[in-house]
């Protein structure tokens, strides 16, 4: 299996090549130069690996939920490779891929995974570790970290940005149920490459004009009402 991916829904910007069970991959905190960066490296990163374009089985994207602009432009340039190939494209989920690192050292363990979606809000979803990947406990979804719950127990590890959102809320709601945060974890393409490969295994891979983003939320912006109410 021969898989490229990309991963821009954060901060960060990440590429990866998977070539039969080795990874290849590019990770840097680069706001705002994802659309810079991200195309060089994956033909940096082929070359590396010894793979033509053409020798590519599919093209894995994280599809979100992040930042809207960054998750575009991975839909848009996995849809573009894609096309150009004639391979399908597998869409993964950001939040699924921080799961995956967290699990890979804490297999026994459940996470809650946090992406700070501004607005005082975050997007969150809860996870253990399964055969094919990181098991999805509740669906993805925002809201404000007043409202996350989690089920009972205290094997809980928190990963992402979420827990240092709104002066980390999550963290102080949560208290004693989390053996350990990690609020500077972001998705790397690696991670994204490899759950890719179980996905596409299992039928995961869609043509590329099917694949879509995941916003979970509609409403991109508040009014300034809405503000003057969470400031409130």
Avoid at 153 to 182: K, S
Wanted: charged share 20%; with cysteine; hydrophobic share 50%.
């Amino acid at each position: 299996m021969k898989l490229l991916a990309f991963e821009t829904s954060t901060e960060a910007c990440s590429v990866a090549v998977f070539a039969d069970g080795e990874v290849h991959a590019r990770f840097e905190v680069a706001p705002r130069r994802h659309a810079e960066l991200a195309l060089p490296w994956a033909e940096a990163l082929l070359a590396e690996a010894g793979i033509a374009r053409s020798g590519l089985d599919a093209i894995a994207v994280g599809r979100g939920p992040g930042a809207f602009t960054g998750v575009r432009l991975g839909i848009a340039i996995a849809q573009g490779i894609a096309l150009a190939l004639d391979v399908p494209v597998v869409p993964v989920s950001t939040l699924a891929t921080l799961a995956a690192a967290a699990l890979r050292d804490h297999p026994d363990a459940h996470v809650l995974t946090a992406i700070d979606a501004r607005m005082g809000e975050v997007y969150v979803a809860g996870y253990a570790a399964g055969a094919q990947g990181p098991t999805l406990l509740d669906a993805e979804r925002v809201c404000a970290p007043e409202q996350v719950e989690v089920a009972e127990g205290d094997d809980w590890i928190g990963v992402g940005t979420g827990f240092a959102a709104v002066e980390g809320a999550l963290v102080q709601r949560l208290g004693g149920r989390l053996r350990r945060v990690d609020a500077g974890a972001l998705p790397h393409a690696a991670d994204t490459a490899r759950l890719a490969v179980l996905l596409h295994a299992a039928g995961g891979g869609v043509a590329p004009e099917h694949a879509e983003p995941a916003y979970l939320r509609n409403n991109v912006a508040l009014t300034l009402a809405e503000q003057a109410a969470r400031r409130g």
